[in-house]
């Protein structure tokens, strides 16, 4: 779960919603790459200027 917080803090810039948000893609995102696409693949992720390619 400490993976989890890294990349709200790196990638989105913030802490994590909650502990059960960190909890809920711990657990549905067990393999590092799959987290890593998911958080990538957001919404917010996507709105911030310095990811638009």
Known sequence: MDVVRALDRVVLGREAE??????????????????????FDSEEARSLVWFVV
Do not use: C, G, K, N
Not at 25 to 32: F, G, N, Q, S, V
């Open 18 to 39: 909650s502990e059960a948000a960190v909890a809920d893609h711990a657990a549905r995102h067990e393999a590092l790459e799959a987290l890593i696409r998911m958080l």
